[in-house]
């Protein structure tokens, strides 16, 4: 179907009437309740047609900034978050290191009543690398039973040794690797548009 106008009576009666669009959609129903204020008659159907013509593409604009935004946000957030993790999994070194220290670290936090302080043990591991003795705080909290001597298997950083992490499985990619994949399909849906289908001649 074309673009099909539809005309329906004003406030002031059938002597005046005014032209709202096509018949469905959020739009054309906003521009329905218009018509019945005398000041929305001053519009004619030409300004009308050009103003419902140009809404689609106005969206779509408009849905193409938000992704793009919300995909440069994500991306950035998972490189902040993955800036250890990463380049410590590409490098595939692993050495074997000790838990020398669980370290108490204290945060603020809001929630419904109010500041709370929480607390979390840090592990501060030593592990060897090229001869020599390197000493790091991982950034995960020591919530699986880590106690002082335990032995971890270490992904060393391969330009910041004291930037290595403990190898934890699935939890060393996240939460950079969702937001990284959520970033990309988001940039990717942006950068391509959406989908318009030609109207089918009438």
Request: net charge positive; hydrophobic share 45%.
């Amino acid at each position: 179907m074309g673009n099909r106008l539809n005309v329906y009576p004003s406030k002031a009666g059938d002597a005046r009437r005014c032209w709202v669009g096509r018949e469905y959609g959020l739009w054309p129903r906003i521009l329905r309740l218009l018509c019945h204020h005398d000041a929305f008659l001053l519009l004619n159907r030409p300004f009308l047609r050009k103003t419902l013509d140009a809404m689609p593409h106005t969206l779509y604009a408009l849905l193409r900034t938000l992704q793009l935004l919300a995909a440069l946000v994500l991306l950035a957030l998972a490189v902040w978050t993955g800036q250890r993790a990463v380049p410590a999994l590409l490098s595939g070194q692993r050495a074997e290191g000790q838990v020398m220290a669980l370290q108490e670290r204290q945060w603020h936090s809001s929630g419904p009543g109010g500041s709370q302080v929480r607390s979390a043990r840090m592990p501060q591991v030593r592990f060897d690398h090229q001869g020599q003795t390197v000493h790091f705080e991982d950034s995960f909290a020591a919530r699986d039973a880590l106690g002082l001597g335990d032995t971890v298997q270490v992904l060393v950083h391969p330009w910041r040794l004291d930037q290595s992490v403990i190898e934890r499985g699935w939890r060393n990619y996240f939460p950079w690797a969702p937001m990284a994949g959520l970033g990309v399909l988001l940039l990717g849906s942006a950068l391509r548009g959406p989908r318009r289908t030609s109207p089918r001649p009438a």
